[in-house]
């Protein structure tokens, strides 16, 4: 099959520039590296809150998990609506929009009442009638890759987003599953430049997903400014050795921060090379 044909609407086409998403006043794809952070779970209003207060000034977007697709059934499955709540409070307060995953049709419209931006996550990226209810919003969308998708079918998942009419779509690679054991994924960073190939979609990446360790997290996520992305997420938390899910990948908020300012370093670098080729 031709990709570029089986993509119409999520395709690059050569006189098509690049889309820029504007989540809830911040432009993904504008040319600037967007910087997305916050816990995996939202746990209470005080850890929340103090999640947006150390990274403000350094993340532009708000994110934290209120419906969890955990592996096991046992493990804490999200705060839910009260969740969503805290999230949009914390949001408020300190200027930041948000974006939190749904995980079934029957919850779209009650997260798409508390944050700016709905995430699809990598275990539902192919939860075709999930794509299509979030596809009748005009809510931007934070396409997850699955852990076991092809960049053909990452993007033909964000086309049935775009073909019941919302065209706000951000890509996210998180890592994909390999035979390697000692990082909880491979972060695919050719998916970077192949994607800003293949689509005019913006696409972030997720190093806290492939790395599963917080001390990988700063070198995967330079190299995937250095690669190109429009932005990254990144799991933070005050306190990891105490959250309630993906603590051993979670940074400090002190270290998240350096972090940006490395990656903005990174993007400076990069894009001066770009304009002397
Ligand atoms: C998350 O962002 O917390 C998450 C569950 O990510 P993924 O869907 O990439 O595993
Ligand atoms: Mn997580």
């Not at 086409?13 to 998403?21: G, M, Q, W």
């Not at 990274?55 to 209120?66: D, E, F």
């Not at 919003?137 to 987003?161: C, D, F, H, N, Q």
């Not at 400014?225 to 993906?246: F, K, N, Y």
Request: glycine fraction near 8%.
């Amino acid at each position: 099959m031709n990709i570029k044909a089986s993509l119409p609407l999520a395709g690059r086409t050569h006189a098509l520039e690049k889309s820029v998403i504007n989540v809830g006043g911040v432009a993904i794809g504008g040319g600037q590296p967007v910087f997305i952070a916050g816990p995996c779970s939202i746990e209470s209003l005080a850890q929340i809150r103090a999640v947006a207060h150390a990274v403000q000034g350094y993340a532009h977007i708000l994110r934290g998990g209120a419906f969890k697709p955990r592996t096991s059934p046992y493990s804490f499955q999200g705060l839910a609506e009260e969740g969503l709540a805290m999230l949009q409070a914390a949001g408020r307060e300190v200027g930041m929009p948000t974006v939190s995953e749904v995980v079934s049709p029957e919850d779209v419209d009650l997260v798409a009442e508390y944050v700016d931006m709905l995430q699809i996550g990598a275990r539902n990226m192919q939860n075709y009638p999930l794509l299509r209810k979030v596809g009748r919003l005009r809510k931007p969308v934070l396409l997850k890759r699955g852990m076991a998708a092809t960049i053909e079918e990452w993007l033909l998942s964000a086309e049935y987003i775009m073909s019941e009419g919302n065209p706000n779509v951000v890509l996210c690679e998180r890592g994909i599953r390999t035979f390697e054991t000692l990082t909880r994924n491979t972060l695919d960073i050719s998916a970077v430049p192949l994607v800003r190939e293949l689509s005019h979609l913006p696409v972030v990446v997720d190093p806290s997903h492939a790395a599963g360790k917080w001390n990988l997290v700063e070198p995967l996520a330079l190299a995937a400014i250095a690669a190109g992305a429009d932005g990254l997420m990144v799991e933070v938390h005050p306190r990891p050795e105490t959250a309630l899910s993906d603590g051993p990948q979670s940074l400090l908020p002190e270290r998240y921060c350096q972090l940006v300012e490395s990656a903005k370093a990174v993007h400076k670098l990069v894009n001066r090379r770009q304009r002397h080729a």
